[in-house]
């Protein structure tokens, strides 16, 4: 099992790379929006779909995907041609995970399945796929970096809540999870936030620039984490372990990634008011 995964993850990566640096926009649009119908087809078997609506839902949702990318940002380079549309649908991303997924998991509503399931489908892949699209436009080496905060975070949780772990952050969603390696994710992804912003000569010089970027970087994990339990709700309720078999070793596509769904929408929100481009 050890080989399977490691020979898939390198697999993966190698893949990812490739398309990331050398497929011009256009194909890269086409890949989002490939996750978007990939992972709409696990989140319908998480919501009970039958076979031929789970079919139409992946459909749709991929389509949904290329439609959008097509429509803000320009095909031939990338650049944002719609700002405040794509603004927009990263702020009622922004607004779908600090708001109603902490309710969501607090109440553990019995949600997924029906019409509210759908839904929640298209509010974790869409705004996701199309900041995927968004930040490789600005910098391929932008969104491996963002991604690898992601992958930071998990690590540390891991290795902090195996060491360290005690008290549970929610036992009856994801077993594992510890408030310890919450913090272990949090200190994590701010030692490597802080080598990043070293190496890149953007330290901040003033101590509220240090506090915005600590903050901003809490913040991130956090909403990593809550990527992370939402879809772990969801398949606790759809009773399975893994959202699907798509990766030999590691599950489904929505296995992998759970935490990104959360984080990049909001990095692109933010990446957007950086470059001004919103009135």
């Known amino acids: 099992m050890l080989k399977k995964r490691v020979v898939t993850a390198l697999l993966l990566l190698a893949g990812f790379l490739a398309m990331l640096f050398l497929l011009p926009f256009t194909g890269w649009l086409l890949f989002a929006s490939a996750v978007a119908g990939i992972g709409a087809w696990e989140w319908g078997g998480l919501a009970k779909l039958g076979t031929p609506a789970r079919g139409s839902y992946a459909f749709t949702s991929m389509t949904l995907c290329g439609v959008l990318g097509w429509c803000v940002f320009d095909i031939d380079t990338g650049t944002v041609s719609q700002a405040t549309l794509l603004a927009t649908i990263f702020l009622l991303a922004g607004f779908f995970w600090l708001l109603i997924v902490p309710l969501w998991l607090r109440n553990r509503w019995l949600a997924f ?8 489908g298209v509010a974790v892949l869409l705004p996701a796929c199309l900041a995927i699209m968004h930040l490789r436009a600005f910098a391929p080496l932008f969104l491996l970096t963002a991604m690898a905060s992601v992958w930071v975070a998990d690590i540390s949780a891991y290795v902090c809540g195996r060491t360290f772990g005690r008290h549970k952050l929610a036992a009856s969603i994801s077993p594992g999870k510890t408030w310890e390696g919450a913090v272990g994710a949090a200190a994590g992804v701010m030692i490597y936030g802080t080598a990043v912003a070293l190496t890149v000569g953007r330290l901040p010089n003033t101590p509220k620039s240090w506090l915005l970027l600590l903050i901003a970087l809490a913040l991130l994990t956090a909403v990593s984490i809550l990527g992370d339990l939402f879809e772990s709700l969801a398949k606790r309720q759809a009773g399975v372990k893994d959202s699907g078999t798509l990766l030999p070793g590691h599950g489904g596509l929505l296995d992998r990634i759970d935490s990104l769904t959360s984080t990049l929408p909001l990095v692109s929100l933010a990446v ?7 009135p």
Do not use: K, M, P, T
């Open 272 to 278: 957007l008011y950086w470059e001004r481009q919103l």
């Open 113 to 120: 399945v029906g019409l509210s399931g759908q839904l929640a």
